[in-house]
């Protein structure tokens, strides 16, 4: 139903968020017979749900089928070592032991998956949707809709309302009218979507910079740690960015419209040669087979430029890739599109992409007066075959020799963010003492901090959206079992 008013006042449990987790709670609680509401601000559903490739699972229908076995405990050690132990264990522990069973829950329902398998570098969990997240949530909200779930768009959660410290209901606004209702409810779940835009709290966990580029549909907002701080729950740590590698730095056009570019594949993946400022090398360009890495290496310098030369644009035009593509949406065997890209984006007069015939006049035209000592050293290392500076694999180093030279100068791409309210295990929010809210949950992203440390577990692909749908269902089997 969209911009309308609620049909009742009263509900058994109001979901804030028709997101991945929101949608997939929303369809739990009519399996448990629960009068549930799903309150979305924006005008369409399924939140940045919309544009996930898949979910992680340990243990599931699928990996049983293809003999994928993944040691529980090994995972799980891993993941708190690549954390620092800033994750919960806890937490973490019942994700992995339970994620299986939650894909074949989705399976159950008729949620369709493609493939499972590793991204990169990465254990093996990332089950990828058939027709993307999009279609996973459309199927949740038919489900939950069918099953008789009140769902409305356009209706903005405001403000949660408590009597000696338990949630008695909320306050709603419509988007379209400004006008407020009261619902009361013993059971709120903040299903929001974490707080990737909106810069203040951004800022809280990392320096703001105009090179961070959000990738979302702009409405984590933070509105569920807000009303939850509001009540009284712990301002917990703010956990990680989920930065999407580096990314084209164009401050024209908005994130979206590089994400399936070539030229964006080539500048990120390929990461033939990375400098910053002044010209100078300063990391291993390997870093970008963990795209958190990437994003944390390009923040390190004030301004990062990927540099190719025509030989390698040839290359990968015509021949084919250095390196697989990882974090990218597209994986073709050859860049065939780069060369009118380039053609493209150097006709419009891109600001990001600058072609030059020499390495001096590169060099020039940037400011970077370390660039030609950089790359005769770069060389050196290329033609005796071991980085001696930074260490990058033998197998994808590869020369700057040949001009026409091109420099993409690169941000950081952020899907999102992470952390700011600590949950026990059955998502319950606490206060600052460790004990719950009563009746407030948190799920989702608004809860995920507690799977990270200050870096996105890239290592464990698929755990944000995994997380989403297994917190969401989480939540609302403990309000069934309590209520
Ligand atoms: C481009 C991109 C690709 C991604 N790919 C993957 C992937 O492959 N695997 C993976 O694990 N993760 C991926 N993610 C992350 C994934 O999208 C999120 O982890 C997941 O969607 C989180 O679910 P959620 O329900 O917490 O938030 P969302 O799905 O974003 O839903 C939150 C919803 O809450 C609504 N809302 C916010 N505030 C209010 C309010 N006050 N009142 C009412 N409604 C409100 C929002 O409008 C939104 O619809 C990706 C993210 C992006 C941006």
Redesign the pocket.
């Known amino acids: 139903m969209i911009g309308m008013f609620p049909q009742k006042k009263q509900y058994d449990v109001i979901i804030?968020?028709?997101?991945?987790?929101?949608l997939a709670a929303a369809v739990s609680a009519r399996e448990q017979k629960l009068d549930v509401l799903v309150?979305?601000?924006?005008r369409s559903?399924?939140?940045?749900?919309n544009?996930?490739?898949?979910?992680?699972g340990v243990d599931s229908y699928l990996q049983k089928e293809q003999q994928i076995k993944i040691s529980k405990q090994e995972l799980l050690q891993d993941e708190l070592n690549y954390s620092h132990y800033e994750a919960n264990a806890p937490h973490l522990k019942q994700l992995i032991d339970k994620s299986g069973a939650m894909i074949d829950w989705l399976r159950d329902l008729g949620v369709k998956f493609a493939k499972v398998g590793p991204q990169g570098d990465s254990w093996p969990t990332?089950h990828t949707f058939e027709g993307g997240?999009h279609a996973a949530v459309t199927k949740l909200y038919d489900l939950a809709v069918a099953a008789g779930a009140e769902i409305i768009t356009s209706?903005?959660?405001?403000k949660l309302l408590t009597a000696d410290g338990a949630i008695t209901g909320l306050v709603i606004s419509n988007q379209s009218t400004g006008q407020q209702r009261e619902l009361q409810t013993k059971n709120v779940l903040l299903?929001?979507?974490?707080y990737v835009d909106n810069p203040e709290l951004v800022n809280k966990r990392t320096p703001l910079s105009n090179r961070l580029l959000a990738?979302?549909?702009g409405?984590?907002?933070g509105?569920?740690l807000k009303m939850a701080w509001a009540t009284g729950a712990e301002h917990y740590q703010m956990g990680a960015i989920?930065y999407?590698g580096g990314a084209i730095y164009d401050k024209v056009n908005p994130p979206y419209v590089h994400m399936a570019s070539q030229l964006a594949a080539a500048a990120t993946q390929e990461a033939i040669l990375w400098v910053n400022e002044r010209g100078e090398r300063f990391v291993n360009e390997d870093v970008n087979d963990n795209m958190c890495h990437a994003g944390s290496a390009i923040l390190t310098q004030s301004r990062v430029f990927s540099i190719l030369d025509q030989a390698a644009v040839d290359h990968l035009t015509e021949v084919g890739l250095y390196k697989e593509v990882g974090n990218s949406p597209i994986s073709p065997d050859t860049f065939a599109a780069l060369k009118q890209e380039l053609d493209h984006d150097l006709q419009a007069g891109s600001r990001y992409l600058t072609k030059a015939d020499t390495l001096a006049d590169l060099a020039k035209q940037l400011n970077l007066p370390a660039l030609q000592g950089t790359i005769d050293q770069y060389n050196r290392l290329v033609a005796a075959g071991a980085d001696t500076d930074f260490g990058k694999k033998a197998a994808y180093l590869t020369p700057v020799t040949t001009g026409p030279f091109y420099a993409v100068e690169l941000g950081v791409g952020m899907?999102?963010a992470l952390g700011g309210i600590r949950v026990d295990n059955d998502n319950q929010v606490l206060n600052s003492y460790g004990y719950p809210l009563p009746g407030l949950y948190a799920?989702?992203?608004?809860a995920?901090g507690m799977l990270v440390g200050d870096t996105y577990a890239v290592t464990l692909?698929?755990?944000?959206?995994?997380?989403?749908i297994f917190s969401?269902r989480n939540a609302i089997l403990n309000i069934a079992t309590t209520n």
Do not use: F, H
């Open positions: 804030v968020g028709a997101g991945l987790s929101g309150l979305e601000k924006g559903l399924g939140g940045n749900g544009y996930v490739e898949g979910a992680m990332i997240g209706t903005r959660a405001e299903a929001t979507g974490g990738v979302s549909n409405k984590a907002t509105d569920g989920q999407g899907a999102c799920v989702g992203n608004d995920a692909p698929g755990s944000t959206a995994g997380y989403a969401g």
